[in-house]
Each structure stands twice: as C-alpha cells, then as structure tokens.
C-alpha cells in the first residue's frame, strides 16, 4: 500500500516518462521575455534580447526547445564569436561570454519551471575563468598631481568624486545638486525620477547610499557651486552639455524610447589620459575614470571592516568587494616583509634572553 502511495504520489507530480508540450524556440523567447521584461531595467533586457538573437540564429527559430541537449548547448557557448564588424575573428572575452552564459541558464531555468523541458541543457556548464586584468593604484600624491593639472573645478570635482567617493562614472555625471548632503557631509546616490529638466536616473544594484565626503571634495562642490555661472541642476555638467542631454531627453519622450543612464556619459576619457601625462604619472596597471573608484575602494579596505567598504561601494556581496577591489600593492608588500623581519627578530631577541642565564650559571 505504501509502495502504491509513493508511484501515485509521484505520477502525479509528473515524472520524465511525461512528456512536456512542445514548443519552438522564438516562441518561448517572447513569452519568456514578455513576462519577464516588466521586471527589467531597460538596459538589462537589451542584453537578455542580445542573448535571445544570438539563440535563435544558431538553433533557428523553429526548433523545439526539448532538442537543445546539453552537448548542444555547450557547443552553443563555446563558439560564441564577437559581433561588431571591427572584432570578427577575434576571441570573445570570457566576461561576455559568461554573462551569456547566465542568461541562457536563467531563461532555460524558467522553461523547467513552466514545464515546458525537463532539464535546463545550460545549467551543468561550468562558470568560466575570469581573469582581472591590474589595475595601477594612484598614490594619495599622484592623485594629489592630477587635481594641480585639472583644467576646470569640474574636472577637479569629478577626480575628487571618483577617488574619495567611489563613485561610479554614469553616477557622477548624473548627480544633482540636491544629492549632496551638506549638513551631514554625504552624497547620495539614489535613484531618480524625471522632469521635465532633469532625465531619470537608475541604480545600478537598485540599492540606494550615502557615502561621506572628505572635506577636502566637500570644498571643492562649494567652490564649484559658488563659482557656477549658469544654473544648471546637474554638478558636472556645462552649459553647452546639458543643453544636449536636455535635447536628447525631449528627444526620448517625443520618441517614446526610454532612457539610459549612458545617455548622460561624457568622453573623458582622452582628457583624462592627457592630465596623467601632464601630472608625471606612468600607470603600471590600467588607469581610467573607473579606477579611481577602484582606488576609493582599495583606501577604504585597508582602514575600514569588509561590510562597511561592501555597503560604501554599493557592491551585492563583500566577495565582489575583496576580489576586483581589494588590490595588494608594493607597498603592503614590502610591509609584510618587514613585519615577518619583526617576529624573526623579536624570536631572537627572546631566545637570547633564555640563554643568558644559562651561560652565567656555567661560567
């Protein structure tokens, strides 16, 4: 009777031996991603339908989903080439490749879900190595020759931000005025709703923050603030930019595309290279915009617990935190050295001690 119960039980729930409803591939890709779309960031579900074009080209569209085996699906990850013109027959990096990677295990998961497959063919694919590049760690005194070189307070403001505050690039040049906090001496960084004036802005991890400001780039927001000669709500933008990105806003809404926080990007980075050569500095590593966040975060980890540099850089988990930011450089290096020369010293010093007495005795 028991025996009975349990296969009853289980023919129920619907075992391999019950065949799921086929489905074509394209068909499941639009269901999947208009039910899912909604819960998307714009930019996010771009990339899902680059994953989804790349998936339907290769298997076609027609082709049932229950036909992708596992060795296909490999298959399917492993020839991944790069689409632009100018990087054909060149290797896709393993980062891209990776993240198709996880949104072919995500959408394949809810076909399993749905009932729709029995197994996700993507999902005993093992991650990929992803190798991090070094990045050079710009000394308190070379950041210190990068401010003395900068042209404008808006360029200096945008150094002092992306080193003392972490920042990242799309946040500082879409901060407002009233993201600084200047009774508590903070910037927030928030998502935003739009105007008619200001474009909308979106976190990049959904979670908002407040990261306190030195008042060293706290001086140099008030000189700029006091020093602006048109009013314009956005900290680093110019009168002749943010007339452009009011352009292009009006634009988006006219057109009904939505709008993304790349949208507000500036080119820097070529000014950006010519101030390290007017300031002396050599980079031993990678050197852009984004490695004074990376900077802010390193000075932070060696003087702040884990967790609190975690929640200052607005990262998920303190494993992202110590793996792409916590960076060793010379100088923990040479003193590590010097601190294992201590103990061996000081070793010594305690074995003399224990002899001493000894050798008197004798003597």
């Known amino acids: ?34 039910i899912r779309g909604p819960g998307l960031r714009y930019g996010t579900k771009k990339l899902y339908q680059l994953t989804i074009n790349r998936l339907i080209r290769h298997f076609g569209p027609t082709l049932p989903i229950s036909k992708i085996t596992p060795m296909a699906a490999e298959k399917f990850i492993a020839n991944l080439q790069p689409e632009r013109k100018e990087k054909r027959g060149k290797a896709l990096s393993a980062w ?79 901060l407002v005025w009233s993201n600084v906090d200047w009774e508590r001496g903070e910037v927030v960084i928030e998502n935003r ?19 306190p400001l030195p008042k060293h780039t706290l001086d140099i927001l008030r000189e700029l603030q006091a020093k602006a000669r048109f009013k314009c709500p956005f900290i680093l933008l110019s009168e002749q930019r943010y007339r452009t990105v009011l352009e292009n806003w009006r634009r988006c809404q006219k057109g009904g595309r939505a709008w993304e926080n790349r949208d507000m990007l500036l080119n820097v980075g070529r000014e950006f290279r010519r101030h390290l050569r007017k300031a002396g500095i050599t980079p031993t590593g990678s050197l852009s915009i984004h490695t004074l966040r990376k900077c802010a975060g390193k000075n932070w980890a060696d003087c702040l617990p884990p967790h609190v540099t975690k929640e200052l850089m607005g990262h998920s988990t303190i494993a992202t935190t110590m793996k792409y930011y916590a960076q060793v450089d010379e100088s923990q290096r040479t003193r590590a050295a010097a601190a294992v020369d201590r103990l061996i010293a000081s070793a010594g010093e305690k074995n003399d001690a224990q002899v001493t007495p000894k050798a008197n005795l004798a003597s």
């Open 1 to 34: 009777a028991a025996f009975r119960a349990e296969k009853m039980t289980a023919f129920q729930k619907g075992e391999r031996r019950d065949r799921p409803k086929e489905m074509a591939l394209k068909d499941f890709c639009q269901d999947w991603l208009r």
């Open 96 to 174: 891209t490749r990776q993240k198709m990677l996880r949104h072919c295990k995500t959408i394949f998961q809810k076909a399993v879900t749905w009932g729709v497959i029995q197994v996700n063919p993507f999902e005993e694919i093992r991650p990929f190595k992803l190798v991090t590049t070094r990045w050079h760690y710009l000394t308190p005194a070379e950041y210190t020759r990068l401010l003395d070189v900068a042209p404008t307070l808006q360029v200096k403001a945008l150094y002092a931000l992306g080193y003392t505050g972490g920042l990242r690039f799309g946040e500082m040049v879409s």
């Open 193 to 211: 709703a739009a105007t008619p004036a200001v474009p909308p802005f979106s976190l990049k991890d959904y979670e908002a923050r407040r990261i």
